[in-house]
T-cell receptor, first 115, second 113 residues
């Protein structure tokens, strides 16, 4: 199984809603990531979990709250978002460190629209 | 401040010919460079990588060249196939923090018959 599975694929939420994005991988990877991608822009790193501990937070606003319940699951909890937070949210995972293991496997993404 | 840049937003190539996608970077401390391909409605897929200690890496139809003095890398696809039509991102990372990938802006490649 070389897949990273994200649910839901599409999400429309109001600015007062609370929702969660979910990500799952069964490749035994040690690191899991959340990226945000706006239209015609590159993916931008938000969070990294390494061995289930938050290792990188790229100064993301607190209305985005990541959670790593176990080594296979990664959630992104959303609360009080703004319309400008509408984007494609990508989850990824990778195995190790160094040149031979820097490749990350990405999920299909969740297309989020905040209204 | 865009540390990794792909100055050509799009490229059109005939099937069977070579596709050359370019990427420039500003930070000479980058240790690894990667290329990803992205189809619409899918996440990026890893293609090929190169360490800064090398100047070439080849995998089938894909070859990445690194010119450190020019802070430039390129991806060659030969022969190009219609299925290669996608957006290609180059990315870079540091040896001390390979978890942090910095992506370029992407180049949309279209391979026509």
């Amino acid at each position: 199984d070389t897949e990273v599975t994200q649910t839901p694929k599409h999400l429309v939420m109001g600015m007062t809603n609370k929702k969660s994005l979910k990500c799952e991988q069964h490749m035994g990877h040690r690191a899991m990531y959340w990226y945000k991608q706006k239209a015609k822009k590159p993916p931008e790193l938000m969070f990294v979990y390494s061995y289930e501990k938050l290792s990188i937070n790229e100064s993301v606003p607190s209305r985005f709250s990541p959670e790593c319940p176990n080594s296979s699951l990664l959630n992104l909890h959303l609360h009080a978002l703004q319309p400008e937070d509408s984007a494609l949210y990508l989850c990824a995972s990778s195995q190790g460190r160094g040149a031979s293991n820097t490749e990350a496997f990405f999920g299909q993404g969740t297309r989020l629209t905040v209204v | 401040d865009q540390q990794v840049k792909q100055n050509s937003p799009s490229l059109s190539v005939q099937e069977g010919r070579i596709s050359i996608l370019n990427c420039d970077y500003t930070n000479s401390m980058f240790d690894y460079f990667l290329w990803y391909k992205k189809y619409p409605a899918e996440g990026p897929t890893f293609l090929i990588s190169i360490s800064s200690i090398k100047d070439k890496n080849e995998d089938g139809r894909f070859t990445v060249f690194l010119n450190k003095s020019a802070k430039h890398l390129s991806l060659h696809i030969v022969p190009s196939q219609p299925g290669d039509s996608a957006v290609y991102f180059c990315a870079a990372s540091f040896d001390y923090n390979t978890d942090k990938l910095i992506f370029g802006t992407g180049t949309r490649l279209q391979v026509f018959p």
